[in-house]
């Protein structure tokens, strides 16, 4: 079963930044928080992860809060083509073969 | 940069009928992962393999089987097929050398039995 939950859906003006929550309150010590997007039926895009300290990419901004129950992507200026389903997974560090477990996700519907 | 190829891209076969998705991961990754999504639902895991061995399992059906070569290419074989596999398949692969074992994955296989 997933290990975290997200609102399953968000609206975001383009050129906004997009802000997505995810709450991951029984993460581990040992578990990084990943992000992916998945834009219809193509394959899942993997965004950014981070452990205790906020991390940023050329794609996104991960904040995950002191006690790292809990996490936000930012995309900051989103356009029509950040509209996806974006899948907040918790996952062991360095974990060979190990699985991803996706949930239900935020669908991200980015709007003109 | 390279990504992880999926052949074929869409697949279309009868019930009973056996099929066989390939999967080449980015090069120099070791690690390949198989994942399945039915209309409308989320990614399943199914199965991975690193350095050739079977690494972790999910909820692949016994009718299905993979493996994963010298080159580190994979092949998922699926026979007896169901109305029920019609799915997109996804392989996704990781190095496991860095510091972490970020999965990437390819554009997908679309299976459609008829």
């Known amino acids: 079963d997933a290990k975290t939950t997200q609102p399953p859906s968000m609206d975001c003006a383009e050129g906004r930044a997009a802000n997505l929550p995810c709450n991951h309150s029984?993460?581990?010590?040992?578990?990084?928080v990943y992000w992916y997007r998945q834009i219809h039926s193509q394959g899942p895009q993997y965004i950014i992860h981070?452990?205790?300290n906020n991390e940023t990419n050329e794609m996104a901004s991960l904040i995950i809060t002191e006690d790292r129950k809990s996490s936000t992507l930012i995309l900051p200026h989103a356009t029509l083509r950040d509209t996806a389903v974006y899948y907040c997974?918790?996952?062991?560090?360095?974990?060979?073969?190990?699985?991803?477990?996706f949930g239900q996700g935020t669908e991200l519907s980015v709007k003109p | 940069a390279a990504g992880v190829i999926q052949s074929p891209r869409h697949l279309i076969k009868e019930k009973r009928e056996t099929a066989t998705l390939k999967c080449y991961p980015i090069?120099?990754?070791?690690?390949v992962y198989w994942y399945q999504q039915g209309p409308g639902q989320d990614p399943q895991f199914l199965i991975s393999?690193?350095?050739?061995?079977?690494?972790d399992k999910g909820s692949i059906p016994d009718r299905f089987s993979a493996q994963q070569f010298s080159d580190y290419h994979s092949e998922l074989n699926m026979s007896s097929l169901e109305l029920g596999d019609s799915a997109l398949y996804f392989c996704?692969?990781?190095?496991?050398?860095?510091?972490?074992?970020?999965?990437?994955f390819g554009p997908g296989t679309r299976l459609t039995v008829l």
């Open positions: 996704a692969s990781s190095y496991t050398g860095g510091n972490t074992d970020t999965q990437y």
């Open positions: 029984t993460i581990s010590g040992n578990e990084y």
């Open positions: 981070g452990l205790k």
């Open positions: 997974i918790v996952r062991p560090f360095y974990n060979q073969g190990g699985k991803l477990i």
């Open positions: 090069p120099r990754h070791d690690t």
């Open positions: 393999f690193y350095e050739k061995m079977q690494s």
